[in-house]
């Protein structure tokens, strides 16, 4: 043994005094099936034949070769690097119509990251957050940490019901706990699939000056939509400042690099990157991203565009196919026009655990309803997320969904 190893005898020291308010583990998301699942439809992860290999080694090349290949192997600007930035503004710009500058783009380490900045900066520990129902797990992760006081908006066809929310959200400051920030996913909806209207929208950024709350807008999935017209941003709607956008390149270029950007006036983007305490973005996976983005991004845009269009088509068609002689255990769910899921409710009657267990065994994973929900709710409710199979595994994987529920019926 040496003199710094810990004998094995010892007990683990009670530290339940000294943790902090937010310390508290959060539970783990419940997939159905094993790790290794033949059919693996839970995570919202790009396509492994789309990853851009030979173009980032390419890229990589080029760094290094070149006067700033040093410079991505040290410290860099906490703020992200600058040509990261001004790749992204430009992006911004051409594909929507955004008119902002490198200052007012904070650089994280993946969407999720961002999320959390955003809650830190903008609410104590039980402050009032208001979010759709059902939302992103990973937008739910911070705010469940902070111990907010979550309400949950319920969402229709065009996204989440702005009549609820002003209901909310006079109901709560007559209670004297008004909302201080509120989430919405606005781009082919994580879960449901669905867009917020551009009306909704509109009186979405009306409200947050009303009612004096943050809009967090997560945008992971807008780039790739199927069909139909792009509905500009929130973020060009409201009063500036009361919106905090935030994006990704995690399902565009590779989730492997974490790379995510916020978007917010130049003073607020100052307190958000006071919350990075990382020191600095990554320059090495920076300066990739942006080298790469301004050579080949658009291209690859298109080019998965086609790819998940095909996925999508591929499962709904497989389910189409697998429930034609069940039809009335047949499935709701609404098609998306963009993004990565399909979102599922099993008909009345059907056990959500038993159908869970049935998938698992037949090598099916995906996420249920519950994780999506900030009160637990949801359990009729399954995630399919079509990104990470091939067009024929998705069709396979359809009837075996299909299979789950015949059995589950049958119990």
Known sequence: MTATSTPPSKALANLDSLYSQIASPLP????????????NMGAGQPDPESLPKMELIETLEGIFSGPDGNAALMYGDAAGFIGLREVLTAKLKRWEGIDTNPAELLIV?????????????FLNVGD??????????????????LQAKTHGIALDD??????????KLKELEDAGTPAKLVYTIP?????????????????????????????????????????????????????????????????ILSAGMRVGYLLAPEPVIARLNAMKLDGGASPFTNRLAAGYYARHGDGHVTSLI????????????????????????????R???????????????????????????????????????????????????WSMLSEADLASAAHEIAASIRAAAAA
């Not at 380490?109 to 900066?121: D, K, P, Y």
């Not at 996204?159 to 209901?167: A, N, Y």
């Not at 009657?349 to 309803?369: L, N, Q």
């Open 335 to 385: 098609v998306p026009n963009g993004g990565f899921f399909l979102w599922m409710r099993l008909p009345e009657g059907i056990d959500p655990v038993r159908v869970a267990k049935e998938a698992g065994d037949r090598g099916v994973a995906y996420v249920g309803g519950p994780a999506f929900f900030p009160d637990g709710s949801g359990r009729e409710y399954v995630r399919l997320a």
């Open 306 to 333: 086609d790819v998940y269009r095909r996925k999508r088509d591929a499962l709904v068609n497989g389910l189409e196919a697998a429930f034609a002689e069940i039809p009335h255990l047949k499935p709701v769910w």
């Open 187 to 251: 781009n082919f909806h994580n879960p449901a699939g669905v867009n917020l209207s551009l009306a909704r929208r509109h009186r979405l950024a009306e409200l947050a000056d009303l009612h004096n709350f943050v809009i967090l807008e997560d945008d992971a999935y807008g780039e790739l939509r199927f069909s139909g017209d792009r509905i500009p941003a929130v973020y060009t709607m409201a009063t500036p400042g009361r919106v905090v956008r935030s994006a990704t390149l995690s399902k």
């Open 28 to 39: 783990p998301v419940q997939f159905t099936g094993a790790a290794g699942a033949r059919y």
């Open 128 to 145: 009032t957050a208001i979010c759709e129902a059902p939302t992103f797990m990973g937008g739910l992760r911070p705010l469940r940490q």
């Open 109 to 121: 380490n993946g969407s999720n990251h961002g999320l959390a900045i955003v809650a830190q900066a």
């Open 158 to 167: 065009d996204g989440m019901r702005i009549d609820l929310l002003e209901s």
